[in-house]
């Protein structure tokens, strides 16, 4: 039986979701007019004003606002509510440019773990569990959030932050955690790291794994829930909209929910900014009509995915988001090409290979090279040079016919590729160096 920490507003209606945002949104955008002067200009600027925005139908005739925007306006530019108001920030690491620092009054911090609250319970989560929490703590919303989910559940939290991998090995033996929370790519190294330690799949007392804040394959998916035997959720968020519980998964893990009570989801064209109907790849955009210290109004979140209204058998009606395939600014273009790193990744993966790998780009001779280095995995290590040579010809026509382009394949022994306890490195692009 599917259990919800919300249930109903997790499954309220679609008139009453409408209705909801209606009256939401009507309110922040006048909260924003009255406190933020910076996104007041840009309104001003498109010739809107609080009297135009009667229902969500209004939202295009609403400014977006970016990364730029961000940058201009730091550290106190769009913050809505005085800083007395305030409780809390959370940042970014701010790896692109300048960080982004998120504010947040009490009520914020609430609704946040609210969402948080949901993807636990979406997972199977209950006051019974034990609750592990490997995502980072401190600036990075990961640790934070799902910490404050974990504790309105209910669960017994262990927050461990990340790192000390074999650390985090012995609390989930000691404590018998059963749930984990952490980024898919030190998912994948806690699970290696449990193998080596002769730990199968029914050794593990972990049911269930909620992990986000990178893009990561469905096939990815499979090989974790083998290796730790649990079924693995995907959670979505970003800094700027609060962090984890954005929109997660449930059950059917088709798709994740966004918890549209708080955020408004649109898709756009990245180019023309026109908004694409549902069922259409874009950028997704998002409003939160409920956050008061940092009410992002129309947000570019440069991350490409598909929206979907159909039913979902778990019985929720918010809206899905299918994983998103990567960041617009994540895109390769190579000789002309769009590339992502996650179809990629779905080759490897296809070929048997974990997700333990990095993409060199270059540009030699007036042309982009493309060179992936793959690690073998223990059991197909081989030192046989004509074995090797094989394998990577394999990979270069899988990766031909994915990507339309030549990648030149390096097969390089298990272990040599640096392991991240948080978001993976997967790219240098050696152009823009
Ligand atoms: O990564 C918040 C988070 C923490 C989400 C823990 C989930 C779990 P930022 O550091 O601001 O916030 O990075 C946000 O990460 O725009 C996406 O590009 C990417 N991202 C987050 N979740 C997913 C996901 C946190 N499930 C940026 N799949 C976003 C793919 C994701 N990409």
Same mark, same amino acid.
């Given at each position: 039986?599917?259990?919800?920490?919300?249930?109903?507003?997790?499954?309220?209606?679609?008139?009453?979701?409408?209705?909801?945002?209606?009256?939401?949104?009507?309110?922040?955008?006048?909260?924003?007019?009255? /406190?933020?002067?910076?996104?007041?200009?840009?309104?001003?600027?498109?010739?809107?004003?609080?009297?135009?925005?009667?229902?969500?139908?209004?939202?295009?005739?609403?400014?977006?606002? $970016?990364?730029?925007?961000l940058r201009e306006a730091y550290p106190y530019g769009l913050v809505g509510k005085p800083l007395k108001d305030c409780v809390r920030i959370?940042? %970014? $690491?701010?790896?692109?440019?300048?960080?982004?620092?998120?504010?947040?009054?009490?009520?914020?911090?609430?609704?946040?773990?609210?969402?948080?609250?949901?993807? =636990?319970?979406?997972?199977? !989560?209950?006051?019974?569990?034990?609750?592990?929490? $490997?995502?980072?703590?401190?600036?990075?919303? #990961? !640790?934070?959030?799902?910490?404050?989910?974990?504790?309105?559940?209910?669960?017994?939290?262990?927050?461990?932050?990340?790192?000390? %991998?074999?650390?985090?090995?012995?609390?989930?033996?000691?404590?018998?955690?059963?749930?984990?929370?952490?980024?898919?790519?030190?998912?994948?190294?806690?699970?290696?790291?449990?193998?080596?330690?002769?730990? #199968?799949?029914?050794? =593990?007392?972990?049911?269930?794994?909620?992990? !986000?804040?990178?893009?990561?394959?469905?096939?990815?998916?499979?090989?974790?829930?083998?290796?730790?035997?649990?079924?693995?959720?995907?959670?979505?968020?970003? %800094?700027?909209?609060? #962090?984890?519980?954005?929109?997660?998964?449930?059950?059917?893990?088709k798709g994740m929910h966004i918890n549209e009570d708080h955020f408004i989801a649109e898709i756009i064209d990245p180019e023309t900014e026109?908004?694409?109907?549902?069922?259409?790849? #874009?950028?997704?955009?998002?409003?939160?009509?409920?956050?008061?210290?940092?009410?992002?109004?129309?947000?570019?979140?440069?991350?490409?995915?598909?929206?979907?209204?159909?039913?979902?058998?778990?019985?929720?009606?918010?809206?899905?988001?299918?994983?998103?395939?990567?960041?617009?600014?994540?895109?390769?273009?190579?000789? !002309?090409?769009?590339?992502?790193?996650?179809?990629?990744?779905?080759?490897?993966? /296809?070929?048997?290979?974990?997700?333990?790998?990095?993409?060199?780009?270059?540009?030699? /001779?007036?042309?982009?090279?493309?060179?992936?280095?793959?690690?073998?995995?223990?059991?197909?290590?081989?030192?046989?040079?004509?074995?090797?040579?094989?394998?990577?010809?394999?990979?270069?026509?899988?990766?031909?016919?994915?990507?339309?382009?030549?990648?030149?394949?390096?097969?390089?022994?298990?272990?040599?590729?640096?392991?991240?306890?948080?978001?993976?490195?997967?790219? =240098?692009?050696k152009r823009k160096i």
């Amino acid at each position: 039986m599917e259990k919800y920490f919300q249930e109903s507003i997790e499954c309220a209606s679609r008139d009453e979701i409408i209705a909801i945002q209606n009256e939401k949104l009507v309110k922040q955008v006048r909260h924003v007019w009255d /406190n933020v002067p910076y996104y007041r200009k840009k309104m001003e600027a498109k010739g809107v004003t609080p009297d135009d925005i009667k229902s969500i139908d209004d939202l295009h005739k609403l400014p977006f606002l $970016s990364k730029k925007d961000l940058r201009e306006a730091y550290p106190y530019g769009l913050v809505g509510k005085p800083l007395k108001d305030c409780v809390r920030i959370q940042s %970014t $690491s701010g790896t692109t440019g300048k960080r982004v620092v998120a504010f947040y009054t009490q009520h914020d911090i609430d609704l946040w773990e609210d969402c948080c609250a949901r993807a =636990i319970v979406a997972a199977g !989560g209950s006051k019974e569990d034990v609750c592990q929490i $490997s995502y980072g703590y401190g600036l990075f919303t #990961g !640790g934070p959030g799902l910490n404050g989910g974990s504790h309105k559940v209910g669960c017994l939290t262990v927050p461990t932050s990340s790192g000390n %991998t074999d650390r985090q090995i012995m609390f989930i033996q000691d404590l018998q955690a059963t749930i984990i929370c952490c980024t898919p790519s030190y998912a994948a190294f806690l699970g290696e790291r449990m193998k080596e330690m002769g730990y #199968g799949p029914d050794d =593990i007392p972990l049911k269930a794994g909620i992990f !986000g804040a990178e893009a990561w394959s469905e096939e990815m998916r499979q090989d974790i829930q083998k290796t730790m035997g649990i079924k693995a959720y995907d959670i979505y968020g970003l %800094t700027e909209l609060s #962090g984890p519980g954005v929109a997660f998964e449930c059950s059917a893990q088709k798709g994740m929910h966004i918890n549209e009570d708080h955020f408004i989801a649109e898709i756009i064209d990245p180019e023309t900014e026109e908004v694409l109907p549902e069922g259409s790849q #874009g950028e997704l955009v998002f409003t939160a009509i409920d956050k008061e210290a940092f009410p992002m109004i129309r947000y570019r979140t440069r991350d490409i995915c598909k929206l979907t209204r159909e039913k979902c058998s778990c019985g929720r009606t918010h809206v899905r988001m299918a994983k998103p395939m990567g960041r617009s600014d994540d895109m390769l273009i190579i000789r !002309g090409v769009n590339v992502f790193p996650s179809q990629i990744e779905t080759v490897l993966l /296809n070929h048997g290979y974990a997700a333990n790998y990095q993409i060199i780009v270059d540009r030699k /001779n007036n042309s982009d090279t493309l060179d992936v280095q793959v690690e073998m995995t223990p059991e197909m290590f081989t030192d046989n040079v004509g074995e090797i040579a094989e394998n990577q010809k394999q990979l270069v026509d899988g990766l031909k016919s994915m990507l339309g382009i030549k990648a030149n394949v390096t097969l390089v022994a298990p272990k040599s590729i640096a392991r991240s306890e948080g978001k993976a490195v997967r790219v =240098i692009d050696k152009r823009k160096i």
